[in-house]
């Protein structure tokens, strides 16, 4: 498969509400401005972070080369005071912080890893303050007379700034291009501290009751299918179907199609490569001394998969006209799956799409396998 998605190694949200407060175990991360009972604005902000020897791996080992993109996805669990278009900023990290043990609201607080006032356990490691350089670069944080100086530590140049803005209406999950900041990771450009992402200047501390937009997303600590994900995307496109050889490809929409090389069940460490069988369902007649059904047949290139989680009916990896095109070799047509970008213990399912003589046909015919943990 030309997807391949990491999961966080370290989540937590920050609360200028709770500036010693840690949430690192928390199922939620939140993006708000809110104003509390005395008028005054209270903001969140969240810390997200991927290993830097996975990404590594994956860019040096697995995409080898070939042209990718990566992409942060978060998912939206719930959104509220979204009456204007929202801004919100990916910023890069500049301070090391580790992740703590705490949830939201926890009766006493926890208070041993990152928070509001500090990238550690309360007490040590304060974020740097604003104006701070790291590696050359200048850094901000956040201080005011509504809050405690903090909110984590970042970049302020615009290489590693991604932005992405929202209406009343549109869809609140972030499907962010990262490329530029992870390459600075992989490349020790910059130290891997993770994203911070945070409202727009003009949102965070605003007094208007008119302001208070709220984003909450699942973290890595969900117990849902929606974690956080650093999803890398490459093209491994590879065909034989050329000169005479497109003789072979399948030229009717009534098809009849199967999935080989599918024992059912995979570890998350696997890698398949799954073959599709097709043939006509009511071939040409031929006069061959061989069965008609013993030929090889293709379809055509413009030809895609996709994999949907069974018990949601939600796509996992969508149809992708450049990073799911189906390949094929002298033994038929394939695509390769990393099961470790599929949540373990879950079932999914195969879907197939084809553009065959202008019109689109889409096989879901219960093609099924199952991650399970090792």
Known sequence: MAIYKLFPSQDATLYTS???MNTGLDAILEVSNKIDLD?????????IQFDNTEIIDVISNKISGSSYDIYLKNFIAEAQGINQNTTLELRTVAQSWNNGTGYALDNPIVEDGSSWAYASYSGSNPWLPSGSTVGGYYTSSFSSAYSTQGGGNFFTSSNYLVTASFGLRSTKDIELNVKTIVNAWSSSAIINNGFLVKLSGSYE??????????FKYY????????????????????TVLTGSATASLVNTVDLKMS?????????PESVNKFYINVSPLYPTRTYQTASLFTNLNYLPTSSYYAIKDLATNEFVVNFDTLYTQISSDTNGNYFTVYMSGLEPERYYKVLIKTIIGGSTIIFDDNYYFKVING
Request: hydrophobic share 30%; no cysteine; aromatic share 20%.
């Open 39 to 47: 008028g005054l604005p209270t903001v969140a902000r969240y810390l």
């Open 18 to 20: 709770y500036p010693t």
């Open 259 to 267: 999935l080989a090389e599918n024992p059912g069940e995979f570890f």
């Open 219 to 238: 973290s890595v600590d969900t117990n849902t299918i929606y974690p956080p994900t650093l999803e890398f995307r490459w093209r491994d496109y590879t």
């Open 205 to 214: 501390f605003n007094l208007s009751e008119y302001v208070q937009p709220t």
